[in-house]
């Protein structure tokens, strides 16, 4: 039988087990990039509590970040938790308005899209 590994999603966090021979994306976010392959044997992993899974996980993610850990450990930052979250929570807020923006554009391409169909069914009625 082939060995097993956790894999975890750099971008969402979502995390499961595999077989080591696969390259996982994520099924969760559909992340282009394949799911990193947690650097310890699985029952170790699975040993771990939620909490302990969360926190190796959390840190790996932001490895994985330089710009984000550049930031977090400026030297005044590095135990100043209260800016790190400050910090993460505006990046939550303009990701939402982002999303705000995006759904209110696909919102006003649907109904546009609709508008142009029973205009065309209008002229089609009319026209003849
Ligand atoms: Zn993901």
Redesign the pocket.
């Known amino acids: 039988m082939r060995e097993l590994a956790a894999f975890y999603?750099p971008?969402?966090g979502?995390y499961a087990y595999y077989q080591t021979s696969r390259h996982p994306q994520?099924p969760?976010?559909h992340?282009q990039e394949t799911m990193h392959m947690v650097r310890m044997h699985y029952k170790e992993f699975m040993d771990m509590s939620c909490q302990e899974r969360d926190d190796y996980l959390g840190n790996e993610i932001l490895k994985h970040n330089p710009s984000l850990m550049e930031r977090l450990t400026e030297p005044h930052k590095k135990y100043n938790s209260r800016e790190i979250i400050a910090e993460m929570n505006m990046e939550i807020m303009r990701l939402d308005t982002e999303n705000k923006v995006l759904s209110d554009t696909i919102k006003w391409m649907h109904d546009t899209i609709w508008e142009m169909i029973r205009e065309q069914k209008k002229a089609e009625q009319t026209g003849k």
Do not use: V
Request: glycine fraction near 0%; proline fraction near 0%; aromatic fraction near 12%.
């Open positions: 999603c971008r969402c979502y994520c969760r976010c992340s």
